[in-house]
């Protein structure tokens, strides 16, 4: 049996009827502290979306804004970095789909930009909740640097790449040559 995610908020398929239906979702501390164990943040203070979800043939689309305060750690420094995310996103959700993304058929595939936010649909319920958390993890900063890491590393004697390059060890032989 799968392990349930740390945020999960269902909506059934049934409870949208033939129109569209607007949530607003918050996670809860204890919530943000799993999310933030599993992502790997030093802290996540505020995690919030609101969320429309429509219908679809075969499936459903839910289109929303996720907001959301953070910290991570500089991968320079190891200093706290804060981060205030706002982002716009959408998702379908689609029947027929495993847990790849592809259709149950044996034919290739191919997915326009379009379609690369597809999700199956599973046991007609949306988990909102899981969707946003997988939306949070894709708009983490990869490489968060504190906004003085370079002159931190500079005085630990850290070359830049630019001075550590195979040009400006050429460059310093020439003029360790000229002196």
């Known amino acids: 049996m799968a392990e349930q995610p740390e945020f999960s908020r269902f909506l059934r398929m049934n409870e949208l009827g033939d129109g569209s239906r607007e949530r607003t979702i918050e996670a809860t501390a204890e919530e943000r502290a799993a999310l933030a164990r599993r992502f790997g943040l ?96 894709l708009n983490l900063d990869p490489y968060p640097r504190a906004p003085d890491a370079d002159s931190a590393l500079r005085a630990l004697g850290v070359l830049s790449e630019g001075e550590a390059g195979p040009m400006a060890a050429a460059l310093r032989g020439l003029k360790l040559k000229k002196d």
């Open 42 to 137: 030093r802290a996540l203070d505020r995690l919030e979306a609101r969320l429309t979800a429509a219908p679809e043939a075969g499936g459903a689309h839910i289109a929303g804004t996720l907001v959301a305060d953070l910290v991570q750690a500089c991968v320079a420094t190891d200093e706290d970095v804060p981060a205030h995310l706002d982002v716009r996103f959408a998702i379908r959700f689609v029947r027929g789909l495993d847990e790849n993304g592809v259709g149950g058929g044996e034919e290739e595939v191919e997915l326009s930009d379009e379609d690369c936010d597809l999700l199956p649909l599973e046991d007609d319920r949306i988990d909102l909740g899981e969707a946003v958390a997988q939306t949070l993890a």
